[in-house]
Nanobody, 121 residues
Framework: QVQLVESGGGSVQAGGSLRLSCAAS????????MAWYRQGSGNQRELVAK???????NYADSVKGRFTISRDNAKNTVYLQMDSLKSEDTAVYYC???????????????WGKGTLVTVSS
């Protein structure tokens, strides 16, 4: 069983910062891409930031220059540092990993349960 567990969500005032963490655990052979998505009220889930296995990163235009994704491969953990938060960043943030479970040859996609970030203006 593979699990992704997020932490670090909460409430903050506009202009503030939060750091999200997501740890992958279980029988994992290799983790390829780790990413953060978010879903605000009434909106579709959208990609926020992605960190590939070769070290490249991608960001949604709306968060470029404010959010930073990083990854600790030794801990199977991905982080999202969120600075200069705006009210429109309010959403449930989901961790996503594309990985190969132990004993498998398939690259599979897993999701965390999400953590709520609320930014008040």
């Amino acid at each position: 069983q593979v699990q992704l567990v997020e932490s670090g969500g909460g409430s903050v005032q506009a202009g503030g910062s939060l750091r999200l963490s997501c740890a992958a655990s279980g029988s994992i052979f290799r983790i390829n891409t780790m990413a953060w998505y978010r879903q605000g009220s009434g909106n579709q889930r959208e990609l926020v930031a992605k960190f590939t296995s070769v070290g490249t990163t991608n960001y949604a235009d709306s968060v470029k220059g404010r959010f930073t994704i990083s990854r600790d491969n030794a801990k199977n953990t991905v982080y999202l540092q969120m600075d200069s938060l705006k009210s429109e960043d309010t959403a449930v943030y989901y961790c996503n990993a594309e990985l190969v479970p132990s004993g498998s040859i398939l690259n599979m996609r897993y999701w965390g349960k999400g953590t709520l970030v609320t930014v008040s203006s």
